[in-house]
């Protein structure tokens, strides 16, 4: 059976005030063509659908075109809810939608929802935090669960898994492996990542595929079969670089295969002068713009946009940032201050490095022979 991972769909985002709702249907189209080409029998959303608590219009039309492409090729749908998501807004319609085999769960009451297709179980955990567990176990208990880690424990112990059977479990939620970097973007916005609250992967053993969401770059934690999948679209300009996929498992060999997802328009940094990205090629990308130049030019970007319709954004590389102008500001001149000592403090903070010592020698020299004349 081939299962298809996804997380992160954020519908209804935006970025520098740009609507991705074009970008986003083209993303979704896309991967239902994904689901046809490879045969995909159930798909796993794993969190965040929603990129706001109350969703945009666009966002809940986007969503529902969505479930009933799906439920028209006969997929089975499991989605969970992450922490950017309504509970009762996206669980609105569930018990319906249960009987077209999309599953959307929303809220942990104790026990993991199980679904069974073929040999492979599916568990769904929703985004859920250690205090939604008080009243669900008595005080003295409550008291143990200090964070994130202890409260999958208790989760855990609490579920009998059968081993005769594939385990596949959604979740979003921070999953970390020690020793191990996790990479983030800057399209993140969570308000619990750090290691304090990070729950050990070790725990997550007994399952032949933990699908998860709340990280937005795409990655493996400690083996290949627990993943993030990543967004399907670069949210932030810390993205350009990123390849953006879906995750499709093969349940009976537990392969990954990693299929691209090509976006309707890219994220893009260009660099050069003024002049240089004025010669580049017109296109309809997402655009930031770096200029290097280091003189004043009126208004750059209404000349920028006549050839880049889409650039969003734009600074200056090579312009004294204004930490640096704060420092200029503080050098201190006292009667005692040499000239050399207080031309190193003004180059460092225009230029962000120390002189070296061939420039140092230079200026000693300088200073020198313009004391001789004075």
């Known amino acids: 059976m081939k299962v298809l991972h996804t997380s992160d769909l954020h519908l209804g985002k935006s970025l520098l005030e ?3 709702y074009e970008d986003q249907k083209y993303m979704l189209e896309e991967i239902i063509q994904i689901i046809k080409e490879k045969k ?32 028209k090729e006969n997929i089975k749908v499991l989605i969970i809810s992450g922490n950017h998501d309504s509970n009762e807004r996206l669980s609105f319609g569930s018990n319906l939608f249960d009987q077209l085999n999309i599953h ?25 935090k250690p205090f939604h567990l008080k009243g669900m176990v008595n005080e003295e208990e409550y008291r143990t669960i200090n964070n994130s880690n202890d409260m999958m424990k208790w989760i855990l112990k609490n579920e009998m898994i059968d081993k005769s059977k594939k385990n596949i479990l959604l979740a979003h939620q921070f999953v970390m492996n020690t020793g191990e970097n996790i990479e983030f973007s800057d399209s993140e916005s969570m308000t619990n990542v750090g290691t304090l609250d990070a729950i050990d992967v070790n725990l997550l053993e007994d399952f032949d595929y933990v699908a998860l ?23 932030s300009f810390s993205e350009v670089n990123d390849k ?6 093969d349940t009976e060999t537990m392969n990954v295969e990693f299929v691209s997802i090509k976006p309707l328009r890219e994220l893009r940094v260009i660099k050069g002068t003024f002049k240089e990205i004025l010669n580049m090629t017109p296109n309809n990308d997402l655009i930031r713009v770096e200029l ?15 050839k880049f319709p889409n650039a969003l954004s734009l600074s200056f590389t090579n312009r004294i940032s204004n930490e640096n102008n704060t420092l200029m500001s503080k050098l ?43």
């Open 40 to 71: 995909v029998e159930v798909i796993m959303i794993s969190g965040d659908i929603y990129d706001k608590n109350i969703p945009s219009v666009d966002a809940v039309h986007l969503l529902n075109k969505f479930l009933n492409d799906l439920s």
């Open 292 to 306: 290097e130049d280091t003189n004043t030019i009126i208004s750059p970007m209404e000349e920028i946009r006549k």
């Open 104 to 128: 959307i769960e929303t809220e942990y009451k104790g026990k993991l929802k199980k679904y069974t297709f073929h040999d492979t179980n599916f568990y769904l955990l929703p985004f859920v």
């Open 244 to 249: 953006k996929s879906v995750v499709i498992i």
């Open 18 to 20: 740009e609507s991705f």
């Open 213 to 235: 969401g709340h990280i937005h770059k795409p990655q493996k934690i400690k083996r290949e079969t627990i993943r993030y999948s990543g967004t399907p679209l670069k949210y």
């Open 332 to 374: 201190e001149v006292t009667s005692t201050t040499s000239p050399i000592s207080l031309f190193k403090d003004f180059f460092y903070a225009q230029n962000n490095r120390d002189l070296t010592e061939e420039e140092e020698t230079y200026m000693n020299n300088l200073i020198s022979t313009i004391g001789k004349e004075a």
